[in-house]
Structures are given as C-alpha cells and as structure tokens.
C-alpha cells in the first residue's frame, strides 16, 4: 500500500523559509512525476512544484519561481519543497503528489493525467 506522509509546515512570518518533506512507501516513480499542490480556503488546489524523473526536470507555478525549490533523495523515496521569501499569500494547505504526468502550456504545467497518490495535507500558515 502506498503512502505518503508530509511534514515540515508550520506558522513563519513573511521572508522566512520553511522547508517540506514527503516520504513515499510502497511507491517507487518510473517515468512519473511527484510534486506539490496547495489549497487555501475558499480556492481551488494549485499545483506548486512537480519533479519528474524523464531527465529530472522541475516545474513550478509562476508565484514561487526563484523562491521554491523542489528536490528529491531517490536512495529515501523523498521529495522537499524549500520555501525561502514566504509570502502571505503563499499561506495554504500544502499535499504531496505522487504518480502522475505534466504537460506544458505556455510556460504553466498541469497534469496530464490523474494524481495516483495524495499525502495527508500540511498546514503552512505565512503571516505578514
């Protein structure tokens, strides 16, 4: 059974870093992506940051490109998002993604197909 488990949020003022884990079990991505995704209240999800292992590429959406990294440690099964110069606006419910494909439109990604795995969701809250 895949799992995914999420942490590393919390409460931090605007400029300040966070960074996020998720570990995957009983998962290992061929040809797939895995990737974060954020909902705040009221909002649809957005997708944040996908990693994908065809060349290892990342994506991210236009609002975190040069503040948010995503990277992955293959020999953990782990995917991080490094959050640097938070932002209010940023503040969300973060959830790890795994297995799934991207496309590209215009500089923008989406994803192509269906998200096979979700983790629980991780509260980043960003206050100014």
């Known amino acids: 059974q895949v799992q995914l488990v999420e942490s590393g949020g919390g409460s931090v003022q605007a400029g300040g870093s966070l960074r996020l884990s998720c570990t995957a079990s009983g998962y290992t991505y061929i040809n797939r992506c895995m990737g974060w995704f954020r909902q705040a209240p009221g909002r649809e999800r957005e997708g944040v940051a996908a990693?994908?292992?065809?060349?290892?590429?990342?994506y991210y959406v236009d609002s975190v490109k040069g503040r948010f990294t995503i990277s992955q440690d293959n020999a953990e099964n782990t995917v991080y998002l490094q959050m640097n110069s938070l932002k209010p606006e940023d503040s969300a419910m973060y959830y790890c993604?795994?297995?799934?494909?991207?496309?590209?439109?215009?500089?923008?990604?989406?994803?192509?197909?269906?998200?096979?795995?979700w983790g629980q969701g991780t509260q980043v809250t960003v206050s100014s």
């Open positions: 993604a795994a297995d799934f494909a991207v496309w590209l439109d215009g500089g923008s990604w989406y994803v192509s197909d269906t998200v096979g795995y």
């Open positions: 990693i994908c292992t065809v060349g290892r590429i990342a």
